[in-house]
């Protein structure tokens, strides 16, 4: 197999997304490894998960520091591990546009929402209140504006009659949980191509449509 390519993981929280990564990565087919989990936050429940599975985590605090010097400091941190892929999973805070700049097409995000909908936070309640019926997920390059950039992989979900913020987000989750590892697969093999805004990917697309609510 060729050279795996070395992956940073950047949380702020619980890191379930983190953890599908890790655990697509036991395979030794994967075209990547994380080599390292890093957290803003010193409280965030994911590092356990990463420590248990033997990666090496790091703290980065922004408290104290201004967004070019977190952001320095990151870079400073995913360095040293060797990194040369970087995904953003459930990291709330804003990068310095310096740092996204550096790392252009090696930088990926998770957002649940169907892009370009529903940017920046609460946005199971967004596309409740909107009355969406098709709801999901978008895995995308970073850009400097907030939840913008050429788009890897989406997933859609039906909204259902009556669903609340939390049965909604359960279920984005766990196409999050999907889609992020193949996206992160497609561009570890180099089968990702930014052309613009847009990306270019040779892979099989997916058959079908869903409609909600389907048809008899
Ligand atoms: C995920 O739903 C992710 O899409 C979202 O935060 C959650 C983190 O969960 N990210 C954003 O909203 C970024 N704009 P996790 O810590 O369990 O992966």
Known sequence: MTTRRKVAVLISGRGSNMRALVEATRDPGYPASIVVVISNMADAGGLDFARGAGIATEIVP???????????????????????????????????PGFVEAWRDRLI???????????????????????????GCTVHFVRADVDAGPIIA????????GDTEA??????????????????????EGRVRVEGDRTIIGAPDATGSLANPSTP
């Open 62 to 96: 922004h408290r104290g520091l201004d967004r070019a010097a977190h952001g320095a400091a990151l870079d400073a941190a995913i360095r040293k591990h060797g990194a040369d892929l970087v995904c953003l999973a459930g990291f709330m805070r804003l990068l310095d």
């Open 154 to 161: 989406q997933a859609a979900v039906p909204v259902r009659d």
């Open 109 to 135: 995000n998770v957002h649940p929402s169907l892009l370009p909908s529903f940017r920046g936070l609460d946005t199971h309640a967004k596309a409740l209140a909107a009355g969406v019926k098709i709801a």
């Open 167 to 188: 049965e909604l987000a359960a279920r984005i989750l766990a196409q999050e949980h999907r889609i992020y590892p193949l996206a992160l697969r497609l561009v570890a």
